[in-house]
């Protein structure tokens, strides 16, 4: 496992299918090759296959998840990942909700900077299914770290959506500060040629608050 400064990346585990019909088995394995070239969207289209012959495949749909991973399509990802926790296959379920973890973290820090909300909810997800990769296996220590890093990571992004909401406030109450002192001049003409308030001034951004770059993935956690 890497220190503590690399965040640990998505595991990278294609399952092979057991029992299954000789075709379908046999486009499962062209998937699985693809992806071990690399070709991830032409392993996908072989995983979309073989589910359509068997569409509650624990084991394709990881596939599929580990796919769509690869090409960034973290929220579609996740929806595969989602069919696999279902599986009776304990060692499986651990490695979706490990997945899952990553796959909500990376969608929750694409959406950072333009919907904080948004990014709080999906790592409020991703810490959910690290937490229950761990009660299956707590001696996995990739999904430890990431546990304790989106932790921290999540507490930061909660304390700057409290000092946006504290910003808002302030600038709305300047605003209407801003009003009121308008509203109450004297409507005389000769008392309209005193000098005007001043409108209120803006709350200043922190420029010494800048976001701190994100700690990204640089390794893919063992099988």
Known sequence: MKSGSIFIFIAVMVFPLQGEAASQAAVVRQGNSLYAQGKFADSLHRYEEALKKDPESDIIHFNAGTALYKQKLYDQAAGHFQNAILSDDARLREKAHYNLGVSFYKSGAAQEKGNISSAITSWEESLKHFES????????????????????????????????QQQSQQKQQGQEGSENQQQQQPSSQAQKEQSQPEGSRQPQQDQGDDQPSQQQPSAEQSP
């Open 133 to 164: 990769a761990l009660a299956i296996d707590k001696k996995d220590g990739d999904a430890q770290y990431n546990y304790d890093f989106v932790k921290k990571e999540l507490e930061r992004l909660r304390q700057e959506q409290e000092k946006q």
